[in-house]
Every structure is written in structure tokens, then in C-alpha cells.
């Protein structure tokens, strides 16, 4: 059995300064309080909104925490300065939601850019991107719902979004680099499924280029998973796996009760771990043509990863098997597995200030929401800020 140890803060910090410990844990400790993280996200959003800066407040605080700059060229020095822990990252152009063709056209020739970079770069193991950068919301709702019975201007959108998704999955493949390709809200999944599956059968003809995201906080992703793997069997091609517990669990509760439709969430968060760690195990299993992605701050289903690989025969390393978390979040994973010699890389997320907004917003919130993690960052950091006191 492996002997990870997630507690090992040496390890976990070892790349970050006493400035920039310092500085992640006010931010812990600021986002530990719903009410602030309410309010701030309230305000940041109203003065964006209206044109007032925000980069100011914004970019020293949050931004600094979660994200790697305004550009790759900003980024680079993150890259490099994890690669000295053994962790390798994914530069994530952090651009959501656009709208029209000048807006996604934008996004498109950013995310090239930064697949070119990733192909050039070592340290940069994925490239990645988030579908709804690159097809306006209401032609992939349309498209989600069928898209046989789609109007026409929706049809024609998505021919668009192909040749898009076509684009950046060419693009990754001449380097020879996989491409992650993010998942959303329910309502959009169903094409953009279905784009992914093409882009499979077309371009994992000896290895996995192109990964679908399974939300495994949906009770049907498990079946699908099954279902997808047993496809590419039959095909003959591999599936790369990327899973993720889900994001956006109160709007999706709240559409369904809105929209009186059957809530498309597990009913528990316990519910939801089950899943998540039998897909990991599915997914084990069928190595052979399998290559998985496993993206959570949840420890248990990264050692619960880890010693299944090394049960199977499977050495720490196996190109086929990453870990992944975000960056700013769960240093405590990522170093201390990446210093175990299993594959690990970081999301970087990447923008202009405002354009990632909507993602520090979400960050700020899950780390109040969601149970235990802010405190348990906050405990690390303390026990890590002792350790260097003790050592002087
Ligand atoms: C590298 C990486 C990539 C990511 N990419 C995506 C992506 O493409 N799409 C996306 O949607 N998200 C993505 N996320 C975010 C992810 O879905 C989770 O929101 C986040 O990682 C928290 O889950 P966890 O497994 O880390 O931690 P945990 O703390 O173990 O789990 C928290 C999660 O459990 C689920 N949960 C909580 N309470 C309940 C409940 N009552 N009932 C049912 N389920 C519950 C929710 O999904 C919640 O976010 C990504 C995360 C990482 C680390």
C-alpha cells in the first residue's frame, strides 16, 4: 500500500513563500464567513457590472489565490514554480457564457494560443476548455433537448460549435496532447455529449486526446459511464474520463423545482461519494482502453485512486492515471501525491479580471458551502505556518 501522507504541510508548502502563505490564510479565513463572501460577491458583481474597477480589490485577494494571471505569459512563472514540486498544470482560459460570434471567436483563438503552449511545454500535460465559451446558451439548451427536432438557427449554431470543438481537438492532437473538455449544467449536457463522443471515435485511435466530464453528483452519470465505456469497447477506440463531483448543485435543485422536472442531483452528498469512487473503480478496471482523470479535493477518493492503481499492478506513474485539483485549493493532495510519483497537474484557471468573475465567485462560495473545507486549508496553513516558526 502507498504511504501518502496528506498531512505533510513541508511538503504541501513547499513552494509557497511565508508571504504567500500568509496571504492564503486571510483569504481562508475571509471566505470561512458566508455573510462577507455574500456581500462581497454582491458588490465586486454590481461594481463590474456598472464599470466601476474592480481589479484593484480584486486582483491581490481572490484572483491571486485562484488564479495564474491575465495572460499565459503570467501564467508561466506559476507553471514552472509547481514543476519544481513535481506538479504539473493545465492553463485554463477562464472565459464562460459568451454570447455572440465576436465574443466566442475571441475565446477560440485564446484557447488555440493556449493549446499551442501546452504542446510545447512539458509541464503542461492538457489542454481544456469550457463548452459553453463556444456556443450561445439557448442553441445548445435547444440542441440538449433533441437534436433532430431543433430549429433551424439552433442547427446551424451547432454546426458551428463542431467545427469549433473540431478545431481545438486538431489542434491538441497534432502535439499529441489530451484535451479536457469541461462539463455544465444539465440542461446543456446532452449535445455537448454527444460532440464529445464524435471527437472520441475520431481522434482515440491509440490513446485517449479526448476526455468527456462525468458530474457524478447526477444519479444517471454512473449508467452513462458504463454505457460510454462499453461503446468504445465495441467501437474500438479509448475513452478518457474525467470526474468530478458537479458544481452547480443549487441551481440545478432549484430549476427542477422550478420547472417541475425530477431533480437530476443525487439525493445526498453521501450518495454522490458512492458514485464518484465506483466510477473510479469502473473505470480501474477497464484500464485497458480507459485513461481517467480523477478531479476532486476529496481525500478520500485520491487515496482511494491511489492504492487501487497500485493493487492492479498499476505503477504510480502509469501515463494513463492523473490527479487533478485547482489551483490555490488542496496543495496538501496534489504535492504530497505528486511526491508519491503519481501524476498530478493543477487547473491554473487564466483571464482578464472580469471575465473570471463568475469562476472566483463559485470558488468563494463552495469553500463556505461546502463542509470542512475552508477549515481544513486553514488548519494546514496554521500547522505549516508553526512548522517554518519552530525550524528558525
Ligand atoms: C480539477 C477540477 C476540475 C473541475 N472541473 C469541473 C467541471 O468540468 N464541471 C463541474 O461541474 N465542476 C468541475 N469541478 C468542480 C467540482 O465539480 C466540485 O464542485 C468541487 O471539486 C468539489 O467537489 P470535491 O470532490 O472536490 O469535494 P467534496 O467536498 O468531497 O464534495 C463536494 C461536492 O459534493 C457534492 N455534494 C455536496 N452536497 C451534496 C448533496 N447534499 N447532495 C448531492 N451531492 C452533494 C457537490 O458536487 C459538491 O460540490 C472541477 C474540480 C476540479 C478539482
Avoid at 21 to 46: C, D, E, T
Avoid at 63 to 71: I, L, M, N, P, R
Amino acid at each position: 500500500m502507498t504511504t501518502i501522507n496528506f498531512e505533510n504541510t513541508a511538503v504541501a508548502f513547499k513552494v509557497r513563500s511565508k508571504r504567500e502563505l500568509g496571504r492564503a490564510f486571510l483569504m481562508f479565513k475571509l471566505i470561512s464567513r458566508p455573510g462577507l463572501v455574500k456581500l462581497g460577491n454582491s458588490v465586486i458583481g454590481m461594481m463590474a457590472r456598472i464599470g466601476l474597477p474592480v481589479n484593484w480589490i480584486v486582483k491581490p485577494t481572490v484572483y491571486a489565490q485562484f488564479c495564474g494571471g491575465e495572460t499565459i505569459n503570467e501564467c508561466a512563472p506559476v507553471v514552472e514554480k509547481l514543476a519544481t514540486g513535481q506538479v504539473r498544470s493545465i492553463l485554463d482560459y477562464s472565459v464562460e457564457g459568451s454570447e455572440s460570434d465576436v465574443e466566442i471567436e475571441k475565446a477560440l483563438q485564446e484557447t488555440l494560443k493556449a493549446i499551442d503552449f501546452a504542446g510545447k511545454n512539458e509541464n503542461i500535460p492538457f489542454a481544456v476548455f469550457k463548452p459553453t465559451a463556444f456556443i450561445k446558451s439557448r442553441a445548445l439548451e435547444i440542441l440538449s433537448q433533441g437534436e433532430e427536432k431543433a430549429d433551424e438557427e439552433s442547427k446551424k449554431e451547432g454546426a458551428k460549435f463542431r467545427e469549433r470543438v473540431l478545431k481545438m481537438c486538431t489542434k491538441a492532437a497534432g502535439y499529441n496532447l489530451s484535451i479536457l473538455i469541461d462539463a455544465e449544467d444539465s440542461w446543456y449536457q446532452n449535445f455537448i455529449d454527444q460532440v464529445v463522443y464524435e471527437m472520441q471515435v475520431k481522434f482515440n485511435k491509440e490513446k485517449a486526446i479526448v476526455f468527456n466530464t462525468y458530474q457524478m453528483y447526477r444519479w444517471d452519470r454512473l449508467d452513462l459511464l458504463k454505457k460510454d465505456v462499453e461503446r468504445a469497447r465495441k467501437e474500438k477506440y479509448f475513452i478518457g474520463v474525467k470526474f468530478v463531483r458537479g458544481a452547480y448543485m443549487e441551481r440545478e435543485r432549484a430549476r427542477a423545482m422550478e420547472k417541475n422536472y425530477m431533480d437530476p442531483i443525487q439525493k445526498d452528498k453521501e450518495s454522490t461519494d458512492k458514485d464518484y469512487n465506483s466510477a473510479l473503480e469502473y473505470s480501474l478496471e477497464n484500464i485497458d482502453i480507459t485513461s481517467i482523470f480523477n478531479g476532486t479535493h476529496n481525500e478520500f477518493s485520491s487515496k482511494l485512486m491511489a492504492e487501487k492503481m497500485l493493487t492492479l499492478g498499476l505503477s504510480a506513474s502509469d501515463e494513463r492515471c492523473w490527479f487533478s485539483q485547482l489551483y490555490g485549493m488542496s496543495d496538501n493532495i496534489s504535492f504530497n501525491l505528486a511526491l508519491a510519483g503519481f501524476n498530478v497537474a493543477k487547473y491554473v484557471p487564466y483571464g482578464p479580471v472580469k471575465h473570471v468573475l463568475p469562476y472566483l465567485t463559485r470558488r468563494a462560495e463552495e469553500n463556505t458551502s461546502v463542509k470542512g473545507q475552508t477549515g481544513r486549508e486553514l488548519k494546514l496553513i496554521t500547522a505549516e505556518r508553526r512548522r517554518r516558526k519552530k525550524e528558525k
